[in-house]
């Protein structure tokens, strides 16, 4: 498999050598065109490796610790050899075998298994990296030395939730699920009962199954980090024109200053990077890094429908 690489180097007096920073990694797509000298391609990151079938079935036993799991698929149905993934991890375990079949996607399956321990699967340029989800913010950034424009905000509801309830898995021999419920305390801005109408609560709930959830603490766990995005959502989307920076990851929390002199705290989603300086002295187009869509367990299935005619 040919795969891109993208690096940024920076010249560092003060250590008087460049420095490597790895941008990204992935594989080109098959849309690619080319007019004149400028060839455009489209690339994915390392995990659409794993967004194909993995024909050759597997099967992982129940009892496996589910970071030694997601790292059995990663290795053997995608060949991935380089792993940022904690160590001495012995629990979770897997309360039920995980059996692949021929049409199952790999990342798909792995990324449940950390989803249920409300961990982040992704890539860091070449390597594939397991973490928990960043709780707080790892950097702010300098309104007058990084941020070059105005900060943007889109200020709305959509995404905003005030009550999360994770589902996990069913318990044997009942009918009832593994449940955790996370709200805001009666107090805070934008609880149900802040929200409220004639003494009515206003709930705005997002629910979630997730099978691979055997526990009460890793259902609450995952709920409470979610209703924290989703409060965050309030303030709704953050758009910034910053001086290029290689360390942005994406899931990292981070901070900046609004035109209205406020604090603003969001997730990064996307980011765009200028990669060169195109021949007639302009700015190339800029490479964006986004995630990608979640996809099935299994391809979709169609259904045949019949067709009767009228007599």
Not at 20 to 46: I, M, W, Y
Not at 213 to 233: G, M, N
Request: glycine share 8%; with cysteine; hydrophobic share 35%.
């Amino acid at each position: 498999t040919t795969l891109i690489h993208v690096d940024h180097v920076v010249r560092v007096d003060d250590l008087g050598e460049h420095v490597h920073c790895n941008l990204f990694v992935g594989r080109p797509e098959f849309n690619l065109t080319r007019s004149g000298d400028v060839v455009q391609v489209t690339a994915a990151d390392k995990a659409v490796l794993g967004m194909g079938q993995a024909w050759r079935p597997l099967h992982i036993p129940k009892h496996t610790p589910k970071v030694e799991a997601i790292r059995r698929i990663l290795s053997e149905r995608m060949g991935e050899v380089r792993f940022d993934f904690p160590h001495g991890m012995d629990k979770p375990v897997l309360h039920r075998s995980i059996n692949i079949g021929r049409m199952g996607r790999p990342w798909a399956y792995a990324d449940r298994i950390a989803e249920s321990m409300d961990y982040q699967l992704f890539y860091r340029g070449n390597v594939a990296t397991l973490r928990p989800w960043p709780r707080r913010p790892v950097y702010t950034f300098d309104p007058s030395q990084e941020i070059v424009a105005a900060v943007e905000t889109d200020i709305r509801m959509r995404g905003f939730k005030d009550l999360v309830e994770i589902r996990g898995h069913r318990v044997h021999g009942s009918r009832r699920r593994i449940r955790a419920v996370a709200r805001p305390n009666k107090s805070e801005p934008f609880s149900p009962e802040e929200l409220a109408f004639h003494d009515v609560p206003g709930f705005h709930v997002r629910r979630e199954t997730h099978p691979h959830i055997r526990s009460v603490q890793e259902a609450q766990r995952k709920a409470e980090r979610i209703l924290e995005d989703r409060q965050d959502a309030v303030a709704g989307e953050a758009t910034l024109n910053i001086v290029p920076l290689a360390f942005l990851e994406e899931g990292d929390k981070y901070r900046a200053v609004t035109t209205d002199g406020d604090l603003a705290t969001f997730r990064l989603r996307s980011f765009a990077f200028p990669i060169g300086v195109s021949g007639d002295g302009g700015e190339a187009p800029a490479m964006s890094l986004n995630y990608h869509e979640r996809p099935p367990l299994h391809p979709p299935h169609h259904k045949l429908r019949r067709h009767h005619r009228g007599a």
